[in-house]
């Protein structure tokens, strides 16, 4: 006997019913997009930086684990998928310090009504937005019927 995992993906956008087939969780099916809060590091590697301001040079002791950190992504079907064009999420990480748990996470949107500085971490609860402190930030500052994605449509109190 033989077996092969596939991944059903669902769009994200509230009450469409849109499903997608995959065979590795990192795939997009065909006609989809991937919006990542990541996506702008895609060309980010670790060692020496200069920085734009001041002209300097410096070495950027972060991994790709630490950029990385709070990220989150959206799949969006062939009818969804320009609805973020006008709001893509960013989010790029700190190094986590050993004294501390909690990493700071840099949140902001291509809007450029948002930057942010937060932690990566969790909420508890039932609340239909989601849990993590970083993303959770970014749906706050989006226009309601964009954060009605947030919710798959479900009705979400203020924060």
Not at 63 to 80: E, R
Not at 139 to 151: D, F, K, R, V
């Amino acid at each position: 006997m033989s077996t092969h995992t596939i991944y059903r993906v669902t769009c994200d956008a509230p009450h469409c019913s849109a499903v997608g087939i995959i065979e590795k969780i990192t795939d997009v099916p065909d006609g989809w997009r991937r919006v990542s809060s990541a996506d702008h590091l895609a060309d980010w590697r670790p060692g020496r930086r200069r920085n734009p301001s001041t002209g300097r040079q410096y070495t950027d002791k972060r991994s790709p684990w630490d950029v990385s950190a709070g990220s989150f992504a959206l799949h969006l079907c062939p009818a969804d998928s320009t609805a973020f064009d006008g709001h893509l999420p960013r989010t790029e990480g700190a190094v986590m310090l050993a004294r501390e748990r909690d990493r700071r996470v840099l949140v902001s949107c291509s809007c450029g009504a948002l930057s942010r500085t937060t932690k990566d971490l969790l909420w508890v609860g039932r609340d239909p937005m989601p849990t993590s402190e970083v993303e959770r930030t970014w749906w706050l500052h989006l226009p309601a019927e964009l954060q009605e994605y947030a919710t798959r449509g479900r009705v979400m109190e203020s924060a």
